[in-house]
């Protein structure tokens, strides 16, 4: 069975940083699309950035642009999101997913729900408050 696990998350001031990761396990992240995904109480879950499996192109929703960066680490079979200059608003529970079907990364992310063959982890809970 596919597995993800997301890590990283926690309680930091506004204006700071957090960096989640996503590591795989029984199988090679490589070739998949990953996409981080975020949903705070009472609101629909969003797709954050995504990135390519064929070609490590990169999406972000608007709101996270010049602030978040993903990348991927094969070596590691992992998935980083480096979160810069945090907002109240970003509060959320983070989650990440694999995805072989789905054909970009903006595609990914901007589906409604995420992509509904993927393989989830379990989340991470990332609060930014003073």
């Known amino acids: 069975q596919l597995q993800l696990v997301e890590s990283g998350g926690g309680l930091v001031q506004p204006g700071g940083s957090l960096r989640l990761s996503c590591t795989a396990s029984r199988f090679a992240l490589d070739n998949y699309n990953i996409g981080w995904y975020r949903q705070a109480p009472g609101k629909e879950r969003e797709g954050v950035s995504c990135?390519?499996?064929?070609?490590?192109?990169?999406y972000y929703t608007q709101s996270v642009k010049g602030r978040f960066t993903i990348s991927r680490d094969n070596a590691k079979n992992t998935v980083t999101l480096q979160m810069n200059n945090l907002k109240p608003e970003d509060t959320a529970v983070y989650y990440c997913?694999?995805?072989?079907?789905?054909?970009?990364?903006?595609?990914?992310?901007?589906?409604?729900?995420?992509?509904?063959?993927?393989?989830w982890g379990q989340g991470t809970q990332v609060t930014v408050s003073s």
């Open positions: 990135i390519s499996g064929a070609d490590d192109s990169t």
């Open positions: 997913a694999a995805d072989r079907w789905i054909t970009t990364a903006q595609a990914m992310c901007v589906m409604t729900g995420g992509p509904p063959q993927g393989t």
